[in-house]
């Protein structure tokens, strides 16, 4: 099986700009977390999605969203860039609720903001 | 409030060594507990993870220890090897809401 994938690897994106990050799970998998990666905060939560809808939510500014679609594929969007968004930006897929816990990650999207 | 705590920061261990890398944690809903292993470049790979209602777990050179009533955990790393330098991060989770809180991260360098 494939394994998770992200696009881009890499972004490079200027303050107040957006920006729009891909992640597609495992074949099989429903359930999508993001999470951020910083050298000074460690790794983050970001949100969780299952059928197409947010069930975990953590503590960013509402910059950061996101979405499923029908076929699990998720995306999240940042608005208005500022410097310390700049991070790897993590994600992972799961079989979802009742289906166990393990998380497999992705590659990631480092994204630099200048 | 940190809600899992992972030590050291840093390790340097020799090859054929035993790497030891700790975490505790505070709220007894978490029911979860992976180890993952991350190198330059990459995502996070889980190694090995346990319940609760074990108190160790072994996967080749990988062992976890689990004390429930002093909320703590370890990974130990038997007959570490260069290849096994990489940042290691211990992770909870409340199966109720499928989210992870990793710990800080230990550097592991294994010198040959």
């Known amino acids: 099986k494939a394994g998770v994938t992200q696009t881009p690897r890499y972004l490079i994106k200027t303050r107040g700009q957006q920006v729009t990050l891909s992640c597609s799970p495992i074949?099989?998998?429903?359930?999508v977390s993001w999470y951020q990666q910083t050298p000074g905060q460690g790794l983050q939560f970001l949100f969780e999605?299952?059928?197409?809808?947010?069930?975990n939510k953590g503590n960013f500014p509402g910059r950061f969203s996101g979405r499923q679609f029908s076929n699990s594929r998720s995306e999240m969007n940042v608005s208005t860039l500022e410097l310390g968004d700049s991070a790897l930006y993590l994600c992972?897929?799961?079989?979802?609720?009742?289906?166990?816990?393990?998380?497999?990650f992705g590659p990631g999207t480092r994204l630099t903001v200048l | 409030q940190q809600q899992v705590k992972q030590s050291p920061q840093s390790l340097i261990v020799q090859k054929g060594g035993i790497s030891i890398i700790n975490c505790a944690y505070e709220?007894?809903?978490?029911?979860?507990f992976p180890w993952y292993q991350q190198f330059p470049g990459k995502g996070p790979a889980l190694l090995i993870a346990?319940?609760?209602?074990?108190s160790e777990k072994k996967e080749g050179r990988f062992t976890i220890s689990f004390n429930k009533s002093a909320k703590q955990f370890s990974l130990h790393i038997m007959d570490s090897q260069p290849g096994d330098s990489a940042t290691y991060f211990c992770a909870v989770m409340n199966s109720g809401y499928s989210t992870l809180t990793f710990g800080k991260g230990t550097m592991l360098l294994v010198s040959p």
């Open positions: 346990i319940r609760p209602d074990v």
């Open positions: 992972a897929s799961s079989l979802g609720p009742l289906g166990g816990d393990t998380q497999y």
């Open positions: 074949s099989g998998h429903r359930s």
């Open positions: 999605y299952f059928s197409e809808t947010q069930r």
């Open positions: 709220n007894t809903a978490f029911d979860y």
